[in-house]
């Protein structure tokens, strides 16, 4: 069996899918994003708030990964890393990020696109204090993105880093840094069996978001 037959075979959408109404949505995003988060959790999605974060190298080419949304509040939609890792470089040399969930269970996803930045030093030294202990001592450790040449060096760093944690629980992480998109487009998509996708996109002018809906 050739890959495309096996592809072909798999089912798509053969699951009963919320329905989405774009005449009953609120006027921003976020406020519908915090929605369709919660009936993500009702409905028991594994890991609602994984996420793709896309951005672009120093050469133009894009770059993705998955990672946990922080927060949505009034400043953006927010994520964590080390500034010196290659996302933390890239969006350094190109300020804009897009953001994508993908809620299976459901068959919704959502879209975002803007501009990112570092948040201020406190924000990101108090998520970092509220890591759990493995998460701190690993990103203490961490080179993020070096080529690790001796795996050995690995098991050195952390405990290194674990000792520093045990010694001082509120031991800082310099390159640890809070990072948020401020949106330009937010995209929700609800999927459909009939192929009849359901897409509503709010688009920023301005201070004014305006909405409209998109072919599926």
């Known amino acids: 069996m ?9 089912p798509v959408f053969a699951r009963p899918l919320p329905r989405f109404a774009p005449a009953d949505t609120p006027g921003s995003p976020d406020a ?21 974060l896309s951005t672009v190298d120093g050469d133009g ?3 993705t990964r998955v990672l946990l949304l922080k927060e949505v509040d009034d400043r953006g939609w927010q994520f964590a890393t080390s500034a010196g890792s290659a996302k933390g470089r890239q969006v350094a040399g190109t300020a804009a990020a897009a953001l994508g969930f993908y809620w299976r269970e459901q068959g919704r996803q959502v879209r975002v696109r ?22 701190r001592v690993a990103s203490l450790a961490s080179e993020q993105s070096a080529v690790l040449a001796d795996p050995p060096d690995l098991e050195r ?15 800082p992480c310099a390159d640890h840094t809070v990072y948020a998109v401020t949106p330009t487009s937010v995209e929700f998509w609800q999927g ?22 998109l072919w599926p």
Request: glycine share 4%.
């Open 2 to 10: 050739s890959i495309r037959d096996l592809l072909r075979g798999l």
């Open 32 to 52: 519908l994003f915090v929605s369709w988060l919660a009936e993500a959790v009702d409905a028991g999605v594994v890991e609602p708030h994984a996420m793709t």
């Open 61 to 63: 080419l894009p770059d």
């Open 114 to 135: 803007g501009t990112v930045a570092a948040l201020d030093p406190q924000t990101s030294a108090a998520d970092f204090r509220a890591r759990p202990v493995s998460s």
């Open 157 to 171: 760093a952390l405990a290194t880093a674990e000792a520093a944690v045990a010694a001082d629980p509120d031991t």
């Open 192 to 213: 459909d069996a009939d192929r009849r996708h359901v897409r509503l996109r709010y688009r920023r002018s301005g201070d004014t978001w305006h909405k409209e809906l």
